[in-house]
């Protein structure tokens, strides 16, 4: 993706000024290929993979946020920092404010919980459930994580089967895979 330079800058500057831009947005390579990142002035408010779609996901942004989006790679250079970091395994929480206005009910409450899941470890869909407060709503659980907006930075990926498998993922199983793997090496034994 092209940077945003000279007359561009002035122009997406008056824009957000003006009110004309709702939604910002940039691409973040990484292992997992490249990450559409996108936020609102609340935070970040998207994360989504390549296998998804991009131009399918900023057409939803525009129906479900506001039809004022724009490429901002700047606006997001934070939030492009910290998954760098993460991806080379020199961060383990996100710092960046999350707008979680695409998840409501359950679903938000079951993703407000998945960062108690610590780095490098895991949690089945039952004891998610436990912890959002509703043991029995484990299908839930999983609709959840499927439909979260902010992966990876709202961990969906330690969320497993109880027998142990990995699951589903929007990202695809080997995304989960690479994600855990990644968490697993980034470990750092305890010491009494």
């Known amino acids: 993706m092209a940077t945003v330079t000279g007359r561009a800058v002035d122009a997406l500057a008056d824009a957000e000024r003006d009110g004309i831009v709702d939604v910002v947005y940039r691409t973040v390579d990484g ?9 609102t002035d609340v935070g970040l408010v998207r994360v989504a993979f390549a296998v998804e779609g991009h131009d399918d996901v900023l057409q ?8 004022r989006v724009s490429a901002a790679p700047g606006r997001l250079d934070a939030m492009a920092r910290e998954l760098d970091e993460y991806f080379a395994g020199a961060r383990t929480t996100f710092d960046v404010a999350l ?14 919980h998945l960062p108690e899941i610590g780095y490098g470890r895991t949690a089945s869909y039952a004891a998610v459930a436990q912890l959002a407060g509703n043991p029995k709503a484990v299908r839930a659980v999983g609709s959840a994580c499927a439909t979260n907006p902010l992966p990876v930075v709202v961990p969906c990926h330690r969320v497993v089967r109880s027998d142990g498998a990995l699951g589903g993922y929007l990202g695809g199983v080997d995304a989960k895979r690479t994600l855990l793997t990644l968490e697993a090496a980034g470990r750092r034994p305890s010491h009494p």
């Open 99 to 112: 707008d979680w206005r695409l998840s409501s009910g359950f679903r938000a409450t079951v993703l407000r």
């Open 60 to 67: 939803h942004l525009a129906d479900r946020i506001s039809p």
């Open 31 to 39: 292992p997992l290929g490249p990450l559409l990142v996108a936020a």
